[in-house]
């Protein structure tokens, strides 16, 4: 998929960046439309839709530039599902990146779980930081540590303390 400039700056698959705009804070407001054939397909049934049912805007918030804001500015179409057997008669555009219902991006979500996982951050300092609730940025370090958890310990985390005794692993070295 070949990018525009300004949406392989901004970083989100499936969003196309159709205007940015410089705003005398400092912070900048960029304006998205989808850019991905699998958005307009319906979430129940999977059939892709070519029926727009209007057009909605959505602020999903993401990182910062610096120390300055990014306003997101996503133009989203609902879409109706023209699948007679399918219950679900409209939905909304939704890509991996802002998930439906979210008001996060999912990369604003780990940078969260990320400074408490690798920074050592307090899960209240992180979500402060990324104006997120504690619940949220809670959330994103147990997703991020149970990750980790779920991996196999090394044969180096499985000696604990019988490393330093005389019988222990070390002894026969």
Do not use: Y
């Not at 997101?72 to 439906?100: D, H, I, N, Y």
């Amino acid at each position: 998929m070949v990018q525009d400039t300004a949406s392989a700056l901004f970083g989100v698959d499936g969003l196309r960046v159709i205007e940015a705009e410089a705003e005398a804070d400092g912070s900048i407001t960029v304006w998205v439309v989808a850019d991905h054939p699998g958005a307009a397909a319906c979430p129940e049934c999977g059939t892709v839709s070519g029926a727009v049912h209007e057009n909605v805007l959505t602020r999903p918030r993401d990182l910062r530039r610096g120390l300055d804001e990014v306003s997101v500015r996503w133009l989203k179409r609902r879409w109706k599902c023209q699948a007679p057997a399918c219950g679900r008669m409209t939905f909304t555009e939704s890509l991996p990146a802002v998930p439906p219902r979210c008001r996060l991006t999912t990369r604003l979500r780990q940078l969260a779980g990320a400074e408490v996982a690798e920074r050592g951050c307090t899960v209240a300092e992180a979500a402060r930081w990324q104006r997120m609730s504690w619940p949220v940025a809670h959330q994103a370090f147990a997703g991020r540590a149970d990750r980790v958890l779920a991996a196999p310990m090394g044969w180096w985390r499985s000696w604990g303390s019988m490393s330093t005794a005389a019988d222990g692993p070390l002894a026969d070295r």
